[in-house]
């Protein structure tokens, strides 16, 4: 069974870091790209980036509201993805999702909770 | 960028009836790259169609993907009650990956 687990959330100050973690159990997870989303309070589903396996040089994208401030990394040894939040703003306040990622998303973690607010 | 727009916003039906979702891109892509996705309350995502017409693993034939170009529809057939819930388009061809902004599919 494919199951993905988000941890790392919390309550963090404005300009503060935060790194969720997504371990990943039931499947190869060194053959699979994997990808971040988040959902704002009542709002809908936004892209943060995703990083492909190492067969496929492991590269990264990112949506442009978070370039260059959130950097996604994944240790294959330990089957787990990182979501590394840098400068965090009250508009980063979301659920944050991991998923395996095959271009669209077949698993998804149940997501962690990240409140950015003094 | 790709924007993608459904319709409606919601739709309001009864158990046993069909469900017609619209998704419409500002420009044409391939069909490989739609995705549909149903999120319940509380519930992450969970994928329904990929490739805009073949169903994700146990997902029932009640739901159905079209669609090609600009224009693609998610049909669902026979309305449960575990149905009710938001439905989202995704386009996942290309750079950023986008998202509709949901269609909610309630009891009337």
């Known amino acids: 069974e494919v199951r993905l687990v988000e941890s790392g959330g919390g309550l963090v100050q404005p300009g503060r870091s935060l790194r969720l973690s997504c371990t990943s159990s039931?499947?190869?997870?060194?053959?699979?790209?994997m990808s971040w989303f988040r959902q704002a309070p009542g709002k809908g589903l936004e892209w943060v980036g995703f990083?492909?396996?190492?067969?496929?040089?492991?590269?990264?994208e990112y949506a442009a509201s978070v370039k260059g401030t959130f950097t996604i990394s994944r240790d294959d040894s330990k089957n787990i993805a990182y979501l590394q939040m840098n400068s965090l703003k009250s508009e980063d306040t979301a659920v944050y999702y991991c998923?395996?990622?095959?271009?669209?998303?077949?698993?998804w973690g149940q997501g962690t909770l990240v409140t950015v607010s003094s | 960028e790709i924007v993608l727009t459904q319709s409606p916003g919601t739709l309001s039906l009864s158990p046993g009836e069909t469900a017609t979702l619209s998704c419409r891109a500002s420009?044409?892509?391939?069909?490989?790259?739609l995705g549909w996705y149903q999120q319940r309350p509380g519930q992450a995502p969970r994928l329904l169609i990929y490739?805009?017409?073949s169903r994700a693993t146990g997902i029932p034939d009640r739901f159905s993907g079209s669609g090609s170009g600009t224009d693609f529809t998610l049909t669902i057939s026979r309305l449960e009650p575990e149905d009710f819930a938001v439905y989202y388009c995704?386009?996942?061809?290309?750079?950023?990956?986008?998202f509709g902004q949901g269609t909610k599919l309630e009891i009337k």
């Open positions: 990083i492909r396996s190492k067969a496929y040089g492991g590269t990264t």
């Open positions: 490739g805009a017409s």
């Open positions: 995704q386009q996942y061809g290309s750079s950023p990956v986008t």
């Open positions: 039931g499947f190869t997870f060194g053959d699979y790209a």
């Open positions: 420009q044409s892509f391939s069909s490989s790259y």
């Open positions: 998923t395996r990622a095959k271009g669209y998303s077949d698993y």
